[in-house]
Every structure is written in structure tokens, then in C-alpha cells.
């Protein structure tokens, strides 16, 4: 048994190896979902004063891709964050704001089911409601294509984090058409942990090539921000810990940066921020307090 061998068998006996599933792709290790995929989540239960009682809603963008390819060649089993999507959509609800789930095709949205934390009644409950819009969603294709131009529905675009949001959500021309049609409007973009990954398609060629507002010359919207997103210094040191199957791909928070965008934190410890529209989060342990300050921003916005 070579050094490597030993090494291998040492981190699979401490939990540290990925889980591979029957489909060939891998899940975190046991010891990173202790850590990082608790059974139950900060959710606390706010009470809002006064609910919004009106007609604007909120549009929720999310993955329809499921596995992220690392460098090695293995396929991390992916999708949108519960915890991510959910303790916001808890806090949208008690709110008084109704969301509306959309994907790139309206194929159906896929979340990492092993993140689900089986000990909080709130977040299943609240995944039972929408688990028949999560699995027929909208199409933003569709919608940027039909009723966009004059759509007043909307007060925020709503963007889950988990890997699966640096999956075909970046490279589509028609969300980044989306993202500047919001940004256009003065809508609110709330995003959170790799969701911030998806504000890149907003730097994206228009789809119709022909547009008169095409977006190739034009200064990225979030030029000049500053946020919070999970850290690539984190990602990087994830295969470390078997959270990852191997080394990622490519990582959003270079590329935001490139395009002039500030990330303020190193760390993913529950750090939130507002930036004029743009409210973000670091990572599942800022999903309760996300959730709160973008209600609170769009009760404040919508009163």
C-alpha cells in the first residue's frame, strides 16, 4: 500500500471522502455535512407588523441543472440550497409576499436534497408548499420573450445560492436580459451564498443580437457594488474536506470581481449586506438574516 492509499483510507475512515451515489456522482463527505448541512436551521420565526398586503411579487430564479463537473472529471450532485431558498421563502411568506419560481427552460428546479435539514418542521413544511412549483416552474426564456416589457408584477429577483447556481444560470443570455430589465426598474436583487454567481449572465450579450439595447458596450450593472458571497478562499479548501468530489471548475467571485465588483468577506460566518437594491448573503448561516433584511428593505420600499 503506497502513501496514497494509506492517505485515502485514513480520510475515509474519518468521514472526509465523498459519497458516491448510484449515479456515479458524489455528495459531501459525512464529517462536511456535519458541519456544514446541520439538521435544523436558524430560522426564527419573525413576526412582521404590518404584512405587504398588495400585488407585487417576488421572482424566484433557480438551477435546472443538477451536476458540476470538477477538473478531475467527477460530478458533484448539485442544485439549489434548501436551506437557502427556504428560511428566505419562510420570511417572504409570513411577510405577505407571494414568489413565483422560474429556470432558464422551466425545466424543473433541482435542489441538493441531501443539504435538507431533517429536523426543521419549518422548512419541510414550507418546501411541501412549493415542491409542485419547483418541479413546474416558469420559464424565463418564456417570459423575457412574451410578457417582460410590460410586466409591473415584481419587486425583487430572488437568486438561492448552492453550487447549482453557477450551473447554466451565468451563461444565460436570457436571465441577463432579466437582471437588467430589474435593474432598469429599480427592482430589488437579493442573492445569496453562489447565487451572486448568476449576476454575471448580466454582463451577457443581449439574446436577440438585433436589440437596440444590447449590453456588448455597456458598463456591468453591479459595477461598483459591494456585497457579500460565499469566499473562494472557502471553495478552494472544500475538496479538503470531501465537501467537494475535486477542484472546481471556475469560481464566481473572480469573475464578479474582474467585472468591478467588491466582495467583503473572507469567511462564510453569516455575514449579510445592502447595497443601494442589492442584498446579499454569505452562505446558509446569513439565510435567516437575509431573508429578514430583504423584507424589511421591500415592506420599507413598498408601504
Not at 425545466?107 to 436534497?113: A, D, F, H, N, P
Not at 419549518?122 to 416558469?138: M, Q, T, W
Not at 447565487?195 to 450593472?221: I, Q
Not at 455575514?271 to 437594491?277: G, I
Amino acid at each position: 500500500m503506497n502513501i496514497q492509499d494509506l492517505l485515502n483510507k485514513a480520510k475515509d475512515t474519518l468521514g472526509l471522502e465523498p459519497q458516491e451515489t448510484k449515479s456515479g456522482a458524489y455528495t459531501p463527505s459525512k464529517s462536511s455535512l456535519k458541519i456544514a448541512a446541520p439538521n435544523k436551521t436558524n430560522y426564527d420565526n419573525t413576526d412582521y407588523d404590518n404584512p405587504y398586503t398588495g400585488n407585487k411579487k417576488i421572482l424566484m430564479v433557480c438551477t435546472e441543472q443538477q451536476y458540476m463537473t470538477m477538473e478531475n472529471g467527477k460530478k458533484f450532485d448539485t442544485g439549489n440550497h434548501p436551506v437557502e431558498m427556504m428560511v428566505p421563502l419562510l420570511h417572504f411568506k409570513k411577510a405577505g409576499f407571494e414568489v413565483d419560481v422560474f429556470t432558464p427552460t422551466g425545466e424543473s428546479v433541482k435542489v441538493e436534497q441531501w443539504a435538507m435539514p431533517e429536523d426543521d418542521d419549518n422548512v419541510k413544511e414550507i418546501y411541501a408548499e412549493y415542491e409542485s412549483k419547483l418541479n413546474k416552474p416558469n420559464s424565463i426564456a418564456d417570459f423575457v420573450k412574451n410578457d417582460m416589457a410590460d410586466s409591473n408584477d415584481y419587486a425583487a429577483i430572488f437568486i438561492p445560492g448552492g453550487h447549482g447556481a453557477m450551473l447554466g444560470l451565468p451563461e444565460d443570455k436570457n436571465l441577463g436580459e432579466l437582471l437588467r430589465w430589474g435593474h432598469n426598474k429599480d427592482l430589488f436583487t437579493l442573492a445569496i451564498c453562489h447565487g451572486p454567481a448568476a449576476l454575471l449572465a448580466a454582463n451577457l450579450e443581449s439574446a436577440d443580437s438585433t436589440d437596440k439595447d444590447d449590453n456588448a458596450n455597456k458598463d456591468f450593472v453591479f459595477k461598483g457594488y459591494k456585497m457579500v458571497a460565499f469566499p473562494t478562499g472557502m471553495d478552494k479548501q472544500m475538496p479538503k474536506i470531501g465537501y467537494l468530489p475535486g477542484t472546481m471548475p471556475w469560481y464566481f467571485g473572480e469573475k464578479l470581481e474582474d467585472l468591478g465588483v467588491t466582495i467583503d468577506n473572507k469567511l462564510a460566518s453569516g455575514q449579510t449586506h445592502q447595497d443601494r437594491k442589492l442584498i446579499s448573503g454569505d452562505g446558509p448561516l446569513a439565510a435567516n438574516e437575509f431573508g429578514k433584511i430583504s423584507v424589511k428593505a421591500l415592506l420599507k420600499e413598498l408601504k
